[in-house]
């Protein structure tokens, strides 16, 4: 029977993967897809790669037994009148119901196209099985204001970011009477920004799990070498740009700014495999970590706080993931990418680094952001640089509705599947916890 609810949650946790792979990862290489600086074919390799890289090579080797500590596991280890391993065993069914219907929900939103926070479904669901199995006292209702919070600091933040960088290089670049020209002086500054922007996320954001082992890779540190590969770039590209553009400054118009575009293509493309690839290292504990949660409980029968990952388990997480975003992941690609605003790789390139930038700054200030939400808006802010006509109001509606909805939809799914579950399997988990303690 263990055997059984092992590999029964091992499916689910790889569903949830690849339903995190169909949602969010499309979301990371949005824009290249959108601007055309990458094929949809393309797009997939590169994201598949980066985000397996991430979820496997530096994703957390221990995880929360419970997603963003939303419940404390000891407040139902505490309930009164509870049998002999009940605690445990509603764990259990409570862990595997909120991957279910994350799961789930994740499935539907990527169906119709709407891209959601993968973190605000796990989030969800766990406080509607958290609710019913222990009471509303369980759930820490402080971090979860704190995602509700999110909802409107992310986008905004991502917004207002990509609304000034897509004005420094429109009116920098796009907008001289000789932008090929123009592009000479200032893309070596924006070359440094994406750079440094990346360097530096990609160590806090996606090296943050082995951090420990390399001291010396932290702080004032990481930012000195953040800076100096971004000024050895700046340099290279001066030089590249320079040689690339000499005497088109007297091409057409229309001429020198498809030369100009050009120019932004490796660089949309960099920024959003390093998306790619520290949400790979981050959101792969959304599949694995309850999962892992269940695998521990089942062998030593009890409940811990915090349990290891095994290297298979983020194997098994990062691999679905892969396979979401090669079968499914074209849709949300198009809608982040094509229907909110018309996208360009100079547009790709200002709200990838708005995102990485906001997720990275609100990190460390400890503010609750979701990266999907971050991304979204900065296309919004790039489509209102342009006029309010620049963006299609009846999409980002709809996006809009289905971040609202997210946390709910997951917790009065969650509560339905954990209460079907107890009603139906208590007993039998209950004597695998039993027999996992003799």
């Given at each position: 029977?263990?055997?059984?609810?092992?590999?029964?949650?091992?499916?689910?946790?790889?569903?949830?993967?690849?339903?995190?792979?169909?949602?969010?990862?499309?979301?990371?290489?949005?824009?290249?897809?959108?601007?055309?600086?990458?094929?949809?074919?393309?797009?997939?390799?590169?994201?598949?790669?980066?985000?397996?890289?991430?979820?496997?090579?530096?994703?957390?080797?221990?995880?929360?037994?419970?997603?963003?500590?939303?419940?404390?596991?000891?407040?139902?280890?505490?309930?009164?009148?509870?049998?002999?391993?009940?605690?445990?065993?509603?764990?259990?069914?409570?862990?595997?119901?909120?991957?279910?219907?994350?799961?789930?929900?994740?499935?539907?939103?990527?169906?119709?196209?709407?891209?959601?926070?993968?973190?605000?479904?796990?989030?969800?669901?766990?406080?509607?099985?958290?609710?019913?199995?222990?009471?509303?006292?369980?759930?820490?209702?402080?971090?979860?204001?704190?995602?509700?919070?999110?909802?409107?600091?992310?986008?905004?933040?991502?917004?207002?970011?990509?609304?000034?960088?897509?004005?420094?290089?429109?009116t920098s670049i796009l907008g001289k009477e000789k932008p090929a020209e123009a592009v000479q002086t200032y893309a070596p500054f924006i070359v440094f920004l994406v750079v440094f922007v990346v360097t530096l996320a990609t160590i806090y954001n996606g090296l943050n799990h082995i951090i420990s082992g390399l001291q010396w890779l932290t702080g004032f540190t990481s930012i000195l070498i953040s800076v100096a590969i971004g000024l050895i770039l700046a340099v290279i590209a001066k030089i590249w740009i320079s040689r690339h553009l000499r005497g088109k400054d007297t091409l057409p118009i229309a001429k020198q700014l498809e030369e100009v575009e050009k120019i932004f293509v490796p660089l949309v493309i960099i920024s959003s495999c390093s998306v790619a690839f520290a949400h790979g290292a981050n959101d792969v504990a959304n599949a694995v970590g309850p999962f892992a949660a269940i695998a521990h409980i089942i062998r030593h029968g009890t409940v811990e706080m915090k349990v290891g990952v095994p290297?298979?388990?983020?194997?098994?997480?990062?691999?679905?993931?892969?396979?979401?975003?090669?079968?499914?992941?074209?849709?949300?690609?198009?809608?982040?990418?094509?229907?909110?605003?018309?996208?360009?790789?100079?547009?790709?390139?200002a709200a990838d680094i708005a995102t990485a930038a906001t997720v990275l700054i609100c990190s460390r200030l400890s503010l609750p952001v979701s990266t999907t939400h971050t991304l979204v808006g900065a296309i919004m802010g790039i489509g209102l640089a342009r006029g309010l006509g620049g963006i299609n109001r009846p999409v980002t509606q709809k996006i809009f509705a289905s971040w609202l909805v997210t946390v709910p939809a997951a917790a009065l799914l969650s509560i339905i599947f954990f209460v079907v579950g107890r009603y139906l399997f208590l007993d039998n988990v209950i004597d695998i916890v039993l027999a996992a303690r003799r």
């Amino acid at each position: 029977m263990d055997v059984f609810i092992l590999l029964f949650t091992g499916l689910i946790g790889f569903y949830m993967a690849w339903t995190i792979g169909a949602n969010d990862v499309a979301n990371s290489m949005g824009s290249a897809v959108g601007s055309k600086s990458l094929t949809i074919k393309k797009a997939i390799i590169l994201a598949g790669i980066c985000e397996f890289s991430g979820a496997v090579l530096v994703g957390s080797s221990v995880t929360e037994t419970i997603r963003k500590g939303i419940v404390n596991p000891d407040m139902i280890a505490a309930l009164p009148h509870l049998r002999d391993g009940e605690a445990a065993a509603l764990l259990i069914i409570g862990m595997t119901a909120a991957l279910l219907c994350s799961a789930f929900w994740l499935h539907f939103a990527t169906w119709v196209g709407m891209p959601v926070s993968t973190t605000h479904a796990i989030v969800g669901a766990v406080a509607g099985f958290g609710v019913v199995a222990a009471g509303w006292h369980s759930v820490d209702w402080n971090k979860m204001s704190q995602i509700v919070a999110s909802w409107f600091i992310s986008p905004l933040a991502g917004g207002l970011v990509a609304f000034v960088l897509f004005k420094f290089i429109s009116t920098s670049i796009l907008g001289k009477e000789k932008p090929a020209e123009a592009v000479q002086t200032y893309a070596p500054f924006i070359v440094f920004l994406v750079v440094f922007v990346v360097t530096l996320a990609t160590i806090y954001n996606g090296l943050n799990h082995i951090i420990s082992g390399l001291q010396w890779l932290t702080g004032f540190t990481s930012i000195l070498i953040s800076v100096a590969i971004g000024l050895i770039l700046a340099v290279i590209a001066k030089i590249w740009i320079s040689r690339h553009l000499r005497g088109k400054d007297t091409l057409p118009i229309a001429k020198q700014l498809e030369e100009v575009e050009k120019i932004f293509v490796p660089l949309v493309i960099i920024s959003s495999c390093s998306v790619a690839f520290a949400h790979g290292a981050n959101d792969v504990a959304n599949a694995v970590g309850p999962f892992a949660a269940i695998a521990h409980i089942i062998r030593h029968g009890t409940v811990e706080m915090k349990v290891g990952v095994p290297l298979p388990i983020l194997v098994m997480g990062g691999a679905g993931i892969v396979v979401g975003l090669a079968t499914f992941g074209y849709r949300v690609m198009a809608t982040v990418g094509t229907q909110i605003t018309e996208l360009t790789p100079s547009r790709g390139v200002a709200a990838d680094i708005a995102t990485a930038a906001t997720v990275l700054i609100c990190s460390r200030l400890s503010l609750p952001v979701s990266t999907t939400h971050t991304l979204v808006g900065a296309i919004m802010g790039i489509g209102l640089a342009r006029g309010l006509g620049g963006i299609n109001r009846p999409v980002t509606q709809k996006i809009f509705a289905s971040w609202l909805v997210t946390v709910p939809a997951a917790a009065l799914l969650s509560i339905i599947f954990f209460v079907v579950g107890r009603y139906l399997f208590l007993d039998n988990v209950i004597d695998i916890v039993l027999a996992a303690r003799r």
